[in-house]
């Protein structure tokens, strides 16, 4: 049985700037703060354009799951615009950052890592198995899987080196894998 982290059973808390709301889905090791992960995966409403907190010396890698777009502006005058069905906003987590929301309210899948992981967000039809490199692989529901007794926004911890599962499709799933970066032990 694939252990599964229910989205029925996450609660919201507001951001510290009440731009928006946060519920954690798992942070590794277990129990970890915002100090001490080394992989943090949650899910955060953002209700309007506000700015993000700083994350020094973690690695952020957001995809917007339902709404947007979001157009994500850094000090540098660089941007990253994504929304729903594009690919994930990857970034410094150290870089001030705005996000700029003109649609209305939207939900994201907010992946936080720091050294000497790295991770990346696939479509589930897309996604390489990568057993040397992955330290932890998770499934994304982005709609009910019946085959796998997931619905919508759920998330399943995979092993590292096992393919996406039987039923799972670009359109109703995203992968996330936790992965070594080169030269790390």
Same mark, same amino acid.
């Given at each position: 049985m694939i252990p599964l982290h229910r989205t029925a059973e996450r609660r919201f808390a507001p951001w510290?700037?009440?731009?928006g709301q946060t519920a954690e889905i798992l942070?590794?090791?277990h129990g970890a703060g915002f100090e001490d992960f080394h992989w943090r995966i949650s899910t955060a409403r953002i209700a309007q354009s506000v700015p993000f907190s700083t994350f020094p010396g973690?690695? $952020?890698?957001?995809?917007?799951?339902?709404g947007g777009p979001m157009t994500l502006e850094f000090a540098d005058g660089s941007r990253i615009t994504t929304g729903a069905g594009s690919g994930p906003a990857v970034f410094s987590g150290a870089a001030p950052c705005h996000a700029v929301v003109p649609g209305g309210a939207l939900l994201v899948l907010n992946v936080m890592v720091r050294a000497?992981? *790295?991770? *990346?967000?696939? $479509? *589930?039809s897309g996604a390489p198995c990568q057993p040397d490199a992955s330290v932890a692989r998770y499934l994304l529901a982005c709609a009910d899987i019946p085959p796998l007794?997931?619905?919508r926004h759920d998330l399943a911890t995979l092993a590292p080196d096992l393919d996406v599962p039987e039923g799972v499709t670009g359109d109703n799933g995203?992968?996330?894998d936790i992965l070594r970066t080169p030269g790390a032990g």
């Amino acid at each position: 049985m694939i252990p599964l982290h229910r989205t029925a059973e996450r609660r919201f808390a507001p951001w510290k700037n009440g731009g928006g709301q946060t519920a954690e889905i798992l942070s590794m090791p277990h129990g970890a703060g915002f100090e001490d992960f080394h992989w943090r995966i949650s899910t955060a409403r953002i209700a309007q354009s506000v700015p993000f907190s700083t994350f020094p010396g973690v690695s $952020r890698s957001l995809t917007v799951l339902e709404g947007g777009p979001m157009t994500l502006e850094f000090a540098d005058g660089s941007r990253i615009t994504t929304g729903a069905g594009s690919g994930p906003a990857v970034f410094s987590g150290a870089a001030p950052c705005h996000a700029v929301v003109p649609g209305g309210a939207l939900l994201v899948l907010n992946v936080m890592v720091r050294a000497p992981h *790295a991770c *990346a967000v696939w $479509r *589930a039809s897309g996604a390489p198995c990568q057993p040397d490199a992955s330290v932890a692989r998770y499934l994304l529901a982005c709609a009910d899987i019946p085959p796998l007794g997931m619905v919508r926004h759920d998330l399943a911890t995979l092993a590292p080196d096992l393919d996406v599962p039987e039923g799972v499709t670009g359109d109703n799933g995203l992968i996330v894998d936790i992965l070594r970066t080169p030269g790390a032990g």
